[in-house]
């Protein structure tokens, strides 16, 4: 595990790691209620909206992906603007989920409409 988040509203916790996998936990029960490949490549960042209804990750393969909390589906894939395909080292939403901040190991800082 690299990365976890506690979805408040649901009781949940939300992990990610280098086995390219994101978890969705119950809390209350301590089991995993999903289990979704996320990316190709290990992953290394995770945020979730304030109101819980979306989940970003990003990885090594240089893809932040945006995922329907709720259906625990794909909603978005996002490419770099610059077209680097650098390993993703950090997401996070802004607090109206509107836009979301990513940094690669190259050094580059995007936002990107969501």
């Known amino acids: 595990m690299t990365k976890c988040v506690i979805n408040k509203h649901e ?3 939300l992990s990610v790691g280098a086995d390219n996998f994101l ?3 119950d809390i ?3 089991k995993v209620i999903q289990k979704l490949l996320a990316h ?4 290394s ?5 304030h109101d819980s209804s979306m989940i970003v990750t990003a990885a ?3 893809y932040v992906r945006l995922w329907d909390t709720h259906k625990a589906t794909c909603i978005k ?3 770099s603007e610059t077209g680097s395909t650098s390993a993703v080292s950090a997401c996070k939403l802004t607090p109206n989920s509107k836009f979301v901040f990513i940094a690669n190991m190259n050094g580059e800082l995007g936002m990107y409409d969501l």
Not at 40 to 43: L, T
Not at 45 to 49: G, N, P, V
């Open 23 to 25: 978890f969705l936990w």
């Open 45 to 49: 960042a995770l945020d979730i909206s």
């Open 77 to 79: 894939t996002i490419v």
């Open 11 to 13: 009781n949940m916790l």
């Open 40 to 43: 190709p490549e290990p992953i």
């Open 28 to 30: 209350r029960q301590n």
């Open 60 to 62: 090594y393969d240089g």
